[in-house]
C-alpha cells in the first residue's frame, strides 16, 4: 500500500501476543493506561488451552480409564472395554473448545476493541512496527509475547503429510493404527504413553538416551527402565531418511552402535521441542543485541531486550515455557514497561515442572545437576508408601536435595505415582525456604502418599547427622549445626 492509505496507530505500550504471557502482561498495564495495543497473529485462545496443557490432560484422561481396564483384574476386578478413538477425541475438542478455550475468549471479548489489532507484527525500523499491509504501530514501549511453534527437523519433509505436532495432533478425526513418536521430552513421553494405552501401535525415539527434565543418573535411568517396560522406545541415535509409499511414512532410524532400525508407521509425531515465533519479528531493525546462539538477548530477572525499550516474555523467551511462568514473565515485563528505563529485577519462584506420565516426573527446586559438587545430603526412597502399596503403584523414586550445613530444602526429583502432590508440597516448602525439621513438624494422615515424602525427610535427617558426625570428626572446630 501506499504510504497516504497506511494507516498509522500510536500508543505508548504494544504487546505482542494474546496468549497466556501477553494477557497477563495487558492485565498489569491496561490498568495504568489506555494507550495500549495487544497485537494477535491467528486465533485467539492460550497454547496451553489449545494445543497444550488441557487437551493433552484430557487425552491422557481416557488413556488411563483404558489403562484401568487392562489392569484391574490384579484387584479381583475383570472388565473389558472398547476404545472408541472417534468418541476420544470428539469429546476431547468439546471439553477443550467449550470450556477452556471458551473461557479464554471470554476474557478477550470484554477487552475494548481499540486495545486489540489482529495481524501479523514485524519490526520495520526502531519503535515502529508493520502489522499485515496496512497498518504501522508506533510505540514507545514494546513487549514481545508472541510464543513459539513446533520444531520439525528437514528429515520429515518427505513424508510431511504424515506429521503431527502438538499443534495439529488434537484435530484428528480418529485414532491412527500406529504412531512414530520423535523426542523424549514432556510433550512425546506424555502423547506417547496415552496413544499407547488407547491402542495405538506407538514407538517412541530419542536422541540423547535420556528421560529430560530429570538430571541425577540414577532417575533418569530408572525413568527409562520404567517406560521402556511399558512402551517400544529407541532412547538415543536420529533419523537419518524418511520416505512414503502405499504402506505409509517410513523412518529409518541409526543407533549409536551404528545399527539401523526401519519401521512404517501410519502417522510421525514429531515432539523435539518448540521455536519461538521471535525470529519472524524483523528484531534486526531495532537495534537489539543477539546471542551466539543468534536469539535475542535478555535478562531473565526483568525480562528486558539489552538497554531497548523491549521485552520479552512467555514462550517467547524460550526460559522457562510453563504455564505459570509464562503468566508471572508478562506480569514481570509489564511491570518493567511501566518502570522503563528503571526496571527493577525480580526474584523468580523456585522452578516447577511436572510430567503427567504414568509414573509422574517432577522436579522443583535446585536438580541434582545444579547442586552437584556442593555440600548437599540427598534423602532417597522407593516410590512405596502404604498408599502407593494399595494403589499397586509403587514404581519410581523420590530424591530430596538438603543443604547439609542448613538442613534447608533446595530441591527434588521424583519419579512415581501422584507425584505432582509430593512436588506442590515441595514447591511450597522451597518457597519459604523450609528446613527438612519444619516441614517434618507438619502432621500426615495414614495412609496417604504424603507419608512418602515424611520418610525421604527423615532420611535427609539422618544422612545430614550422618555428615555433621564426619565433619566434626575431620575437624577441630564443632559445626553451627546438631
Given at each position: 500500500?501506499?504510504?497516504?492509505?497506511?494507516?498509522?496507530?500510536?500508543?505508548?505500550?504494544?504487546?505482542?501476543?494474546?496468549?497466556?504471557?501477553?494477557?497477563?502482561?495487558?492485565?498489569?498495564?491496561?490498568?495504568?493506561?489506555?494507550?495500549?495495543?495487544m497485537i494477535q497473529d491467528g486465533p485467539y485462545g492460550t497454547t496451553c488451552a489449545r494445543v497444550g496443557c488441557m487437551p493433552s490432560k484430557l487425552l491422557i484422561t481416557a488413556s488411563d480409564y483404558a489403562h484401568h481396564l487392562t489392569t484391574s483384574e490384579f484387584f479381583g476386578v475383570t472388565s473389558e472395554g472398547h476404545v472408541d478413538g472417534r468418541k476420544v477425541l470428539e469429546r476431547l475438542r468439546r471439553?477443550?473448545?467449550?470450556?477452556?478455550?471458551?473461557?479464554?475468549?471470554?476474557?478477550?471479548?470484554?477487552?475494548?476493541?481499540?486495545?486489540?489489532?489482529?495481524?501479523r507484527a514485524r519490526f520495520i525500523a526502531p519503535g515502529l512496527l508493520r502489522v499485515g499491509e496496512s497498518v504501522e504501530v508506533k510505540a514507545e514501549k514494546f513487549i514481545l509475547a508472541c510464543g513459539s511453534r513446533p520444531a520439525v527437523s528437514e528429515v520429515f519433509e518427505p513424508v510431511m503429510d504424515h506429521v503431527l505436532t502438538s499443534d495439529t495432533v488434537f484435530e484428528l478425526e480418529d485414532l491412527p493404527r500406529s504412531v512414530a513418536v520423535i523426542g523424549m521430552g514432556v510433550i512425546a513421553l506424555e502423547l506417547g504413553q496415552a496413544l499407547?494405552?488407547?491402542?495405538?501401535?506407538?514407538?517412541?525415539?530419542?536422541r540423547s538416551g535420556k528421560i529430560n527434565a530429570l538430571t541425577h543418573?540414577?532417575?533418569?535411568?530408572?525413568?527409562?527402565?520404567?517406560?521402556?517396560?511399558?512402551?517400544?522406545?529407541?532412547?538415543?541415535?536420529?533419523?537419518?531418511?524418511?520416505w512414503k509409499d502405499a504402506?505409509?511414512?517410513?523412518?529409518?532410524?541409526?543407533?549409536?552402535?551404528?545399527?539401523r532400525v526401519t519401521k512404517v508407521f501410519d502417522r510421525i509425531l514429531v515432539a523435539t521441542g518448540r521455536i519461538s515465533n521471535v525470529d519472524q519479528l524483523g528484531m534486526e531493525h531495532t537495534g537489539a543485541e543477539f546471542t551466539e546462539a543468534g536469539k535475542v538477548a535478555f535478562d531473565?530477572?526483568?525480562?528486558?531486550?539489552?538497554?531497548?525499550?523491549?521485552?520479552?516474555?512467555?514462550?517467547?523467551?524460550?526460559?522457562?515455557?510453563?504455564?505459570?511462568?509464562?503468566?508471572?514473565?508478562?506480569?514481570i515485563a509489564a511491570d518493567n514497561a511501566l518502570n522503563y528505563p528503571d526496571p527493577v529485577p525480580v526474584d523468580r519462584r523456585p522452578p516447577l515442572m511436572v510430567f503427567f506420565t504414568d509414573p509422574q516426573i517432577a522436579i522443583i527446586g535446585q536438580s541434582f545437576r545444579e547442586l552437584e559438587g556442593m555440600e548437599i545430603v540427598i534423602g532417597e526412597l522407593p516410590f512405596a508408601s502404604p498408599r502407593?502399596?494399595?494403589?499397586?503403584?509403587?514404581?519410581?523414586?523420590?530424591?530430596?536435595?538438603?543443604?547439609?550445613?542448613?538442613?534447608?530444602?533446595?530441591?527434588?526429583?521424583?519419579?512415581?505415582?501422584?507425584?505432582?502432590?509430593?512436588?506442590?508440597?515441595?514447591?511450597?516448602?522451597?518457597?519459604?525456604s523450609m528446613t527438612a525439621e519444619q516441614v517434618l513438624m507438619m502432621p500426615v494422615y495414614h495412609p496417604s502418599a504424603?507419608?512418602?515424602?515424611?520418610d525421604v525427610l527423615i532420611d535427609a535427617r539422618e544422612k545430614r547427622r550422618v555428615y555433621a558426625a564426619e565433619t566434626m570428626m575431620h575437624s577441630n572446630t564443632v559445626p553451627a549445626y546438631s
Open positions: 500500500m501506499s504510504e497516504s492509505t497506511m494507516k498509522t496507530i500510536n500508543v505508548e505500550y504494544a504487546i505482542i501476543g494474546a496468549g497466556t504471557s501477553g494477557l497477563g502482561a495487558y492485565s498489569k498495564i491496561s490498568r495504568k493506561t489506555d494507550s495500549v495495543l471439553e477443550r473448545d467449550q470450556r477452556f478455550v471458551a473461557n479464554n475468549l471470554r476474557y478477550v471479548g470484554k477487552i475494548p476493541p481499540h486495545h486489540k489489532l489482529e495481524g499407547h494405552r488407547l491402542g495405538v501401535d506407538t514407538t517412541i525415539y530419542g543418573p540414577d532417575m533418569q535411568q530408572e525413568a527409562l527402565d520404567i517406560l521402556s517396560a511399558e512402551l517400544d522406545i529407541y532412547p538415543s541415535g536420529q533419523v537419518v531418511r524418511t504402506e505409509g511414512a517410513w523412518i529409518e532410524f541409526e543407533q549409536p552402535n551404528g545399527q531473565p530477572q526483568t525480562m528486558l531486550c539489552s538497554d531497548s525499550p523491549i521485552f520479552i516474555a512467555g514462550d517467547a523467551s524460550e526460559y522457562l515455557p510453563v504455564w505459570h511462568e509464562a503468566f508471572d514473565e508478562g506480569r502407593h502399596v494399595v494403589w499397586n503403584k509403587v514404581e519410581g523414586r523420590i530424591q530430596v536435595y538438603l543443604d547439609a550445613r542448613t538442613g534447608v530444602i533446595l530441591g527434588a526429583e521424583l519419579l512415581g505415582y501422584q507425584a505432582e502432590h509430593l512436588a506442590h508440597l515441595l514447591a511450597l516448602a522451597i518457597t519459604h504424603e507419608e512418602l515424602l515424611r
